[in-house]
Structure formats: structure tokens, C-alpha cells
């Protein structure tokens, strides 16, 4: 509730949080299928209409609203992104604890496995995974969750290894603390604050790669809605229907533009260091 | 000199690293690279047809003795021999390069020319409606994606003025300047703008820490003039964040920048991966990742070199 409270006191927070409020509603419509129209029922003698009463946001080549089109497009969208960056958090955080924790060899093997990770260009890492493992929804889950894994593994590690070396933990050794309980109560505890910020920022980043890959064809399948695939296919049509484009493109756009307003809102408010030079 | 040594010795067992996963992710796609090749006309090969091509591109072999010939084919400056091109994969990916490499050049010159001066003004206007103002737009551009903003270019031009990027057959620079700058310009400011939105807020936020050093105040109590104060005083340390991020940012483009390549049609280095991971082209996309892995290495080992140019009191790999 504190925390609410705070992101709503602060500037960009406010912003922020209501467009991240206001699509996750739409994303929830859309994946229950509450939309104004079904989106991928074709009214053939509909097509290419421009935005009016019955298509809010006009239809596409094929007759299918837009505005629903969209809509499924946002719980897709989020799906993918609140998916791969959970996969991501929860990798990273083990990955990044065992690596402070144990030290020596596994933090020295660890972290080499992530720089080879991280000197893997992010979109051809997940080109290749979903080549792999074939386009849809759940791939390219894992793929961008496994792009985005080393970041957390390097968020999580850094402090957890200043952390490892206070006294408190120290403490709690000499009290006889097992290993499981101090690496999840005084550590990891003391992570949430920086994961979240990260979490936030890396929902952005999540939303992006994922328009990515579905504008190259790599993530949700037609006739499913995705933005990316929405935009994809706006191309041809741009002169004589720029709503395909302008629509999917302002969603996509908006809802980045929401998660980093958030992120950076949580930034000033979990960390006071920051707080003298909010960008 | 230590901190290079040692960074440059880590550098074949990253690569090593990046050299297996590529090696096997490939293998795992679906497929053989000769039927992506051939398309339909694989089914007229016959069986011993196919076998010699197979030895040929010497994917009959078995996969640790691929690995090994591919391994000790680089280091004698042999990457294999793309399916796809017929070609050897060095001069494939040598080929490309350039255009991604002047892509990556011109859109960080964007980005520093926008971004730098952008930044600065808004820290020396703090909480100023202007410096609310370039804050607004640096947020915008940081969440536009490039394709969104490649194509609303395209679109505003095509249907405002009539006028089409240049596309069709790529100037290379060196024979052709203007046409060449023609065909990159938009492109460069496709992927400069969300660039130029990250340097300006780091740049803000970096001299803004800054200008409450106490070094400083004391200039300017000793009376320095204020442009003396920002330009000679504190711009110099607030560089480094700038650095960083530019260098890790260029690090990425020099990967090549898949989608705006596609967009706007142009043969770099994105879009030849992109294309060899869909064709099943091992050699090609084993040789190109490894290479783009090897430069990402290397401007982040510049990077790091360029702090201590910058600040002599950083002494690299000291804890």
C-alpha cells in the first residue's frame, strides 16, 4: 500500500502507473475475449473500412476489427513479457545467489557462462532459439527469458556478494543460520528492491524484443493477434490504410513508454542514492 | 597493462563459449541445410548427389569432427564455406559489414551530436520547463521501437511528400558517397533517435551529479565563467556514463540491426544472419555470430580503456 502510495506521489509514477494500469485491463479483456468484436472473425464486406462507430480503430485487409485485433494483441503481448521476465527474475536470482554465495570456481564459472550469453547479440539469440524450438507463444517465452537472464544473474550478484560480506550475515552464521535460510532471508531480502526496478525496466525491454519477434514472423502465429505481426502486415497497406499501422504502433509504443515511466518512478523511490539525479 | 592481458586472455574462452552454443543451437534447427538450399528441388537429387554435396560442405561428418575442422579451420583464418553463397564465410560476412559498420557510425554521430548537448542543457536547467521538456521527449524516444519509428518515417514521407527511401541496389561509400548517404540516412536515423533519447538522459543525469561536486562549486566560487565551469570542469568526468553507454549500444549495432535492415531493405549484417539461420546455413551463421561476438569484445574492451583515458584515477581490475 506504501509503495502505491509513493508511486503515485511521484511524477512519472503517476503517469506511469495508469498506463500500465489501463493496459493490463485491456490485456485481461483480450485474453478473455471480452472485445467489442471477435478478432479473428472476417467480415468480408467490412474490410479496410476506416476507424467509424461499429470499428473503432477499422478493420484490416480481411475484414477483422482492429480495435479487438489490438486488444488480443495487448494480452498476448503481456502474456510474453510477464512470462519470459518471471523466467528471467527467478533464473537470475538463483543463478546470481549461487554465484555470490559459493564463490571461488562457481561464481568465476558462472559468470563466464553469462558473458557468453551477454556477447550473444540479444535479438539473434532469440532468433535462434525460436528457430530452434519453432515460432509461438511459449518460445518465444523462453527465449527472451533466457536473453534476459544474465542481466538479472549480474543484478543479483553484485550486491549480493557486498551483502554476503556484512556483518549481519556474519552474525548469523555465529548463531548457527543454515546457508538456505541467510541466502534467502538476508540476502535475498535485501534484493527486492533493486529486482524490482529491474523487473520493471526489463518488462519494457520484454515487450520490445517481443514486437520484434513477431514483426519478423518469429512469435505468435497468424491468425493469432500479436502487435508486432499487426505492424508487420500494416506495411503493404500503408498508404490507403494507416490505421493498420498507426494503431498497433502507438500500443506498442505507449505501453514501452509506461513500464519505463514506472521503472524509473521505482528507482527514485527504493533508491535514495538515485534520488539526486532522478533522469 | 595487466588489466589487458588478463582481458585479452579471457577473450578465446568466451569465444570458445559462444563457439558451442552457436555451434550446437544450429544443429538443433529442424531441417537440413541442403534442403533449405535446394527448396523443392532437393527431391531431384539423388541419393549419392546429396551425399557429395554433404561432403562437400563436410556435414557428413559426425559432430564433435564438424566442431573440431570448423575450430581449427578458424584458427588457420578459415571460417567454412556458406551453403547458401557458395562461398567462403569471411568474405560473405566482409562483404556486409561495412554497411553495418557505417549504420552503427552514423547513428552514434546522431546520437552524440542530439543527445550530448540535449543532456547538458537539460542539467544546466534543472526543473526548468525546458529541462521538463527535453525529459519528456528523451522518455518517448527511449520507448519508441525502431520499427514503429522506422516506419511512421516511411509512412510521413511516402504519404506527406510523396517521396520513398532510397532503397534498390546498395552504394557501397567508397564508390558512390551520396547515394550511399542517401540510402543510410534514414536508417542511421531510425536507430539514432532512441540512441540519442538514452544519451541525453544519461548525460543529464551524469553532469547533474556533477555540478553538485565540490570541485565544482569551487570553481565557480573562485569565479570561473559558467560556460568555462560546464564545458572545461565538468563535462570531462560526466563523460564516462556517456561512454559506457555509447559503447555498449555501438557494441550492439555492430551486430546488426535486424529489423531496420528489413524495413528498409538493406543488405547488412542483421539481415544476412537472420536469412542464414532460416536457410539452415551453419558455417555462415556459426562464423557471423562469432564474429559479431568478437567485436562486441572488443569496443567493450575499448570502452573500458577509454574510462582511463578519461579519468586517470580509475585503475582498471583493481578491486
Redesign the interface.
Known amino acids: 500500500m506504501r509503495i502505491l502510495r509513493a508511486i503515485f506521489g511521484h511524477g512519472s509514477g503517476r503517469i506511469g502507473g495508469v498506463i500500465v494500469g489501463v493496459y493490463l485491463l485491456i490485456a485481461i479483456l483480450g485474453m478473455l475475449g471480452l472485445t467489442p468484436h471477435n478478432p479473428i472473425t472476417q467480415y468480408r464486406v467490412d474490410r479496410l473500412h476506416a476507424p467509424n462507430g461499429a470499428y473503432w480503430m477499422g478493420t484490416d485487409l480481411f475484414g477483422r476489427d482492429v480495435a479487438s485485433r489490438l486488444m488480443a494483441g495487448v494480452g498476448q503481448s503481456f502474456t510474453v513479457a510477464f512470462f519470459s521476465v518471471a523466467f528471467a527474475t527467478l533464473a537470475g536470482t538463483v543463478l546470481g545467489l549461487a554465484a555470490a554465495w559459493l564463490g571461488r570456481r562457481w561464481d568465476g564459472m558462472l559468470m563466464r557462462i553469462m558473458d557468453v550469453l551477454l556477447a550473444f547479440p540479444a535479438i539473434l539469440l532469440a532468433l535462434l532459439i525460436v528457430t530452434v524450438a519453432g515460432p509461438g507463444t511459449w518460445t518465444s517465452v523462453v527465449a527472451i527469458g533466457i536473453v534476459y537472464t544474465p542481466i538479472f544473474t549480474r543484478v543479483v550478484r553484485g550486491p549480493a556478494l557486498s551483502l554476503k560480506a556484512r556483518e549481519f550475515v556474519d552474525a548469523a552464521r555465529t548463531f548457527g543460520s543454515s546457508p538456505s535460510y541467510i541466502v534467502t532471508r538476508h540476502l535475498l531480502l535485501n534484493l527486492v528492491a533493486p529486482l524490482t526496478v529491474q523487473v520493471t525496466l526489463a518488462l519494457a525491454w520484454a515487450l520490445l524484443t517481443e514486437a520484434g519477434l513477431s514483426f519478423l514472423g518469429l512469435g505468435t502465429q497468424p491468425p493469432a493477434a500479436s502487435l508486432g505481426l499487426m505492424l508487420s502486415d500494416s506495411r503493404n497497406l500503408m498508404e490507403t490504410a494507416p490505421w493498420l499501422m498507426i494503431f498497433p504502433g502507438l500500443a506498442i509504443m505507449i505501453s514501452i513508454l509506461g513500464f519505463n515511466l514506472l521503472g524509473d518512478a521505482l528507482r527514485d523511490i527504493l533508491d535514495p542514492k538515485m534520488r539526486r539525479a532522478p533522469a | 597493462m595487466n588489466y589487458l592481458m588478463r582481458r585479452l586472455a ?1 577473450f578465446p ?3 570458445l ?2 563457439s558451442i ?2 555451434f550446437v ?2 544443429r ?3 531441417g537440413d541445410s541442403i534442403t533449405a538450399m535446394l527448396g523443392t528441388e532437393a527431391g531431384l537429387l539423388t541419393p549419392a548427389q546429396r551425399d557429395s554435396l554433404a561432403a562437400y560442405f563436410g556435414i557428413d561428418q559426425p559432430w564433435f569432427v564438424q566442431y573440431w575442422r570448423w575450430i581449427s579451420g578458424i584458427l588457420h583464418g578459415n571460417l567454412g564455406i556458406s551453403v547458401t553463397y557458395g562461398r567462403p564465410v569471411l568474405d560473405v560476412i566482409l562483404e556486409r559489414f561495412p554497411l553495418t559498420l557505417e549504420l552503427a557510425v552514423l547513428s552514434m554521430i546522431i546520437a552524440l551530436i542530439v543527445g550530448l548537448p540535449a543532456g547538458i542543457f537539460a542539467a544546466t536547467h534543472n526543473e526548468k520547463p525546458s529541462d521538463l521538456g527535453v ?1 519528456v521527449v ?3 524516444g ?4 525502431s ?2 519509428l522506422g ?2 518515417i ?2 510521413t514521407l ?2 506527406g511528400f510523396g517521396v520513398l527511401p532510397a532503397m534498390g541496389e546498395f552504394a557501397p561509400l567508397w564508390q558512390d558517397p551520396l547515394r550511399n548517404l542517401g540510402q543510410l540516412i534514414l536508417p542511421a536515423i531510425t536507430l539514432g533517435f532512441a540512441f540519442a533519447a538514452s544519451v541525453t ?2 548525460s ?3 553532469m ?2 556533477v555540478l ?1 561536486d565540490d570541485y565544482v562549486r569551487t570553481a565557480r566560487s573562485k569565479g570561473a565563467p559558467a560556460r568555462s565551469v560546464i564545458w572545461r570542469h565538468a563535462l570531462p568526468n560526466a563523460l564516462i556514463p556517456v561512454v559506457t553507454l555509447s559503447g555498449i549500444e555501438f557494441g ?1 549495432l555492430l ?2 540491426a ?2 531496420v535492415e ?2 528498409y531493405a538493406l543488405p547488412g549484417l ?1 539481415r544476412m ?2 536469412d542464414a ?2 536457410q539452415r546455413d551453419y558455417a555462415l ?1 556459426q562464423g557471423s ?1 562469432l564474429f ?2 568478437l567485436n ?2 572488443i569496443v567493450n574492451l575499448l570502452v573500458d580503456l577509454a574510462y582511463v583515458a578519461l579519468d586517470p584515477r580509475i585503475r582498471l581490475g583493481e578491486q
Not at chain 2, 527511449?142 to 521501437?145: A, I, N
Open positions: 579471457a574462452l568466451v569465444l563459449g559462444v552454443l552457436v543451437a544450429i538443433m534447427v529442424p525529459r528523451a522518455m518517448i527511449q520507448s519508441t521501437p520499427f514503429v516506419l511512421l516511411i509512412y511516402s504519404a538522459r544519461i543529464r543525469s551524469a547533474l551529479d553538485s550492439y551486430g546488426g535486424v529489423i528489413q524495413i542483421g544472419v537472420l539461420i532460416l551463421v555470430v559479431i561476438a562486441f569484445m
